[in-house]
């Protein structure tokens, strides 16, 4: 369960909120504070079996969701061509005599995009 991470809480950004109540809380417990299933079923008091289930039913919906809308992928995509064209406008502003302040106003503006404002 742990070996996609990243994976896994970036789903979970986008579509958690589509999770069941009880899915939502083992994958919160499991994945961002790092609870063992022990410590999980104990606080949620069901069975350690039944955190498993929960968690693997949420990995799987997560999943599901990310196969039918491509959301994820188009954004981790998105975020790839903001961070190459970034580098290209640094690039261009070092080896040419490009007016500094239209540069910097596209850079200042790739970063609005990533979400950085």
């Keep these: 369960m742990k070996d996609n991470t990243v994976e896994m809480v970036l789903l979970y950004d986008f579509f958690g909120e589509l ?3 009880k899915q939502r809380n083992c994958f919160d ?3 961002n504070d790092d609870l063992s299933l022990s410590e999980i079923a104990e606080q949620a008091g069901i069975t350690r079996q039944g955190v498993r289930d ?3 039913h949420a990995e799987a919906a997560l999943r599901r969701y990310e196969e039918k809308t491509g959301v994820v ?3 981790t995509r998105m ?5 190459e064209l970034e580098t290209e406008v640094k690039s261009v502003l070092a080896d040419s005599g490009i007016d500094g302040s239209r540069a910097q106003s596209i850079l200042t503006q790739l970063e609005q995009l990533k979400g950085y404002d």
């Design 79 to 83: 975020r790839e061509q903001i961070a």
């Design 19 to 21: 999770l069941t109540e």
């Design 73 to 75: 992928r188009r954004f």
């Design 54 to 56: 929960n968690i693997v």
């Design 29 to 31: 417990l499991y994945y």
